[in-house]
């Protein structure tokens, strides 16, 4: 396979992220959303890494990207499981309260 091919299926899932992110309104959605942008993201940096297999950049910047992901799903949920107890709904267009 090309890296056409990677690159196609990227776009496919980033759209989708970005589709799920602005579209939906359920913060688990929309963290999902974040997920699936960042993986797409990952298949693009090993996608590049193979088609250059001398240069190990991209799956030095893959792994930066997990552990990033990883970080943001640490404080995402917990701010989703705090605000949960708060309001008991997971609805953004009720998340004006983490304003002040």
Same mark, same amino acid.
């Given at each position: 396979?090309?890296?056409?091919?990677?690159l196609? $299926?990227? +776009?496919v899932?980033?759209?989708?992220?970005?589709?799920?992110?602005?579209?939906?309104? @359920?913060?688990l959605i *929309? !963290?999902m959303?974040?997920?699936?942008? $960042?993986? +797409?993201?990952?298949?693009l940096?090993?996608?590049?890494?193979?088609?250059?297999?001398? @240069?190990h950049?991209? *799956? !030095?910047?893959?792994f930066?990207v997990?552990a990033v992901?990883a970080?943001?799903?640490?404080?995402?949920?917990?701010?989703?499981?705090a605000?949960?107890?708060i309001?008991?709904?997971?609805?953004?267009?009720?998340?004006?309260?983490l304003?002040y």
């Amino acid at each position: 396979m090309g890296i056409g091919t990677y690159l196609a $299926l990227a +776009s496919v899932l980033f759209g989708i992220g970005s589709a799920g992110f602005l579209v939906r309104r @359920n913060m688990l959605i *929309q !963290l999902m959303s974040i997920e699936l942008m $960042l993986n +797409s993201v990952n298949v693009l940096l090993l996608a590049f890494n193979r088609a250059y297999p001398e @240069n190990h950049d991209g *799956q !030095l910047f893959a792994f930066f990207v997990i552990a990033v992901a990883a970080a943001e799903l640490v404080i995402g949920l917990s701010i989703l499981i705090a605000y949960y107890r708060i309001k008991k709904t997971l609805d953004t267009d009720d998340a004006t309260l983490l304003k002040y």
